[in-house]
């Protein structure tokens, strides 16, 4: 079975001349179908860059990162739109946005998808809310949700297209331990259920139980691979 995810010799920098920095230095990694990987590691230690390389944020400089069987080295913009519509994003600050409803931002997840009609979409996303639990605030702004019910319209959101990988930056970062247990066995759960992979970036070693793999970057290496 081939992997997923398949990193080989990345490197990648930042800036330009003499403010040009090495982020990440020659990793190489593996995920495959179904897998949950938590990586860790201090801040600036290149976990987040690495997340927005895999899920096509950026385009990757040097080495080889295929997704799905695609290289994303050198990628162009049109290669990483269309490799994003096979990510759900599940971001630190949930980045909702406040103008629109819980079920507003939950359809954005959709939008990329040109062959899912307005019919379905509202179905997708109602059901998905209802899901995580929220049946009873699709109407409902941001700022008139909790820390967990914003992270829980982010879930949905990263899962309403069903997609094959999820990521996850810090998504317990806000929250208190109860809700931050919650939303990581929401995701754990809901994930399996679509049968996808997910890799989520952590420094809340409370959660490091759900995963089926533990790395550790530093300094924009992969120190460690651990099996939990």
């Known amino acids: 079975m081939s992997p997923v995810i398949s990193i080989q010799n990345l490197d990648h920098y930042f800036g330009q001349g003499s403010l040009r920095k090495q982020v990440l230095s020659n990793i190489n990694l593996e995920i495959n179908t179904g897998e949950i990987i938590i990586m860790t590691g201090p801040s ?18 040097f080495g080889s990162l295929q997704v799905l069987g695609q290289e994303l080295c050198g990628a162009s913009t049109q290669q990483l739109i269309q490799a994003r519509k096979n990510n759900g994003y599940i971001f630190q600050a949930h980045n909702l946005h406040g103008s629109l409803t819980a079920i507003q931002n939950v359809k954005m997840g959709l939008e990329l998808h040109d062959r899912i009609g307005c019919t379905e979409m509202q179905t997708r996303s109602t059901q998905m809310l209802e899901q995580v639990g929220l049946g009873n605030r699709l109407n409902y702004y941001p700022d008139q949700l909790s820390g967990g ?80």
């Open 149 to 228: 019910q914003k992270q829980r319209v982010a879930i949905a959101r990263a899962l309403v297209s069903h997609p094959q990988i999820v990521l996850a930056d810090e998504p317990t970062a806000a929250l208190d331990s109860q809700s931050g247990r919650d939303v990581v066995n929401l995701m754990q759960k809901l994930a399996r259920e679509q049968g996808c992979t997910i890799l989520i970036v952590t420094h809340d070693n409370r959660i490091l139980d759900i995963g089926d793999r533990l790395i550790h970057m530093e300094d924009g290496k992969l120190k460690s691979k651990v099996k939990i």
């Open 44 to 61: 600036g230690s290149g976990k987040t860059t690495l997340l927005t390389l895999i899920g096509g944020l950026r385009s990757a400089q």
